[in-house]
């Protein structure tokens, strides 16, 4: 008898009427949300205003969603153009199936082009965002836990995933992957945020870390997964995927310190320009009150000393002339 183990959910959509609401698209939703909510907090910490890290978003969360769906058809194209399955169901996003490596890469040329159209460098804008994807893909992976897929090996322990039949499963009990993933991304957005934080990364090494710290766990987390899969040289597809593209961040990161050290001053030249504008104006007003203030103070003190002297100057002439009219008559 199992004493503890995780349950799956009975259903990965509720119904609210003729409208199904799907578990999956909820995560993946919610994680959006924090992506943007947090990347945003970071980019007027560096300096930029609010607003721009929404607006660029909204060229790259579909050109992600694209490009996940995009890979996940590619690399698994058995389960959707083989005999006897359905093609259609490649567009079926909602059902599953998104791979991190072509939302990232897709995602990165949607960003492009918003912070081309903003005047912002890509680098500045990645690594703002760097640790908020990370908890955005920890949220994202429980919508496999609705799906009840992309679980690992059979095993006992205590915190077992405890699936149930169906198509393409058999009931059992897993290594929960999607927990392990979950975890370990939350353990990585963390880590991007205090390394920024410690040693001010800039030119996209922010987000390189998270890039190399991702992979890092990827590598076991895929392999403890049991789910059909391409293999090269023993080893599953994204196995090597999450090798090469470590590797590749870790040498970005170390060229980029050498090339560039230290981080940008300016994130966003608008914003920059816009504060030196205020400034200047500030400042201006400033000058324009104490220069009034001080000609205030001028014409207040010439008036005190010209007062007095005005009237000693009458009272003198006044004597002279009585002194004169008293000299006359004598």
């Known amino acids: 008898m199992d004493l503890a183990y995780i349950p799956s959910p009975s259903t ?9 609401l799907r578990g999956y698209a909820f995560c993946i939703i919610i994680g959006v949300f924090v992506a943007v909510w947090l990347g945003n907090k970071r980019w007027i910490a560096r300096g930029g205003t609010a607003g721009t890290v929404a607006d660029i978003a909204v060229w790259a969360v579909p050109f992600g969603l694209v490009g996940g769906r995009l890979y996940h058809v590619i690399t698994d194209y058995q389960l959707y153009f083989s005999e006897g399955e359905n093609w259609v169901d490649a567009f079926k996003i909602w059902e599953g199936g998104l791979g991190i490596w072509g939302a990232i890469a897709l995602g990165a040329v ?5 912070c081309r159209r903003r005047g912002i460098s890509l680098p500045v804008y990645a690594d703002a965002i760097a640790p908020g994807i990370a908890f955005a893909q920890a949220i994202g992976r429980w919508g496999n836990w609705f799906n009840q897929e992309l679980y690992g090996k059979p095993t006992d322990v205590p915190w077992a995933l405890k ?12 290594h929960p992957t999607f927990l392990y993933e979950s975890l370990w991304n939350v353990a990585v957005g963390f880590l991007v945020i205090w390394a920024d934080r410690r040693f001010k990364l800039g030119h996209g090494r922010a987000f390189a870390l998270y890039v190399a710290a991702y992979c890092s766990g990827r590598v076991w987390t895929e ?7 391409h293999h090269i040289l023993g080893l599953r597809l994204n196995v090597w995927t999450a090798i090469v ?6 040498v970005y990161m170390i060229v980029s310190a050498r090339l560039r050290p230290g981080r940008e001053e300016i994130v966003e030249p608008r914003a920059a320009e816009k504060l030196a504008a205020e400034k200047a104006e500030k400042a201006e007003k400033t000058d ?3 220069g009034a203030e001080a000609a205030e103070v001028t014409d207040a003190v010439e008036d005190k000393t010209d007062g007095p002297g005005d009237e000693d100057r009458e009272t003198d002439g006044d004597g002279a002339d009585h002194g004169a009219g008293s000299a006359a008559k004598s």
């Open 288 to 290: 324009a009150v104490e």
């Open 163 to 174: 699936i149930t039949e169906g198509p393409n499963r058999e009931a059992g009990l897993y």
């Open 110 to 114: 949607g960003a492009w082009i918003g």
């Open 12 to 20: 990965g959509v509720i119904h609210l009427g003729p409208i199904p």
């Open 223 to 229: 392999a403890l997964r049991v789910d059909e899969a």
């Open 245 to 250: 593209v470590g590797l590749l961040a870790v």
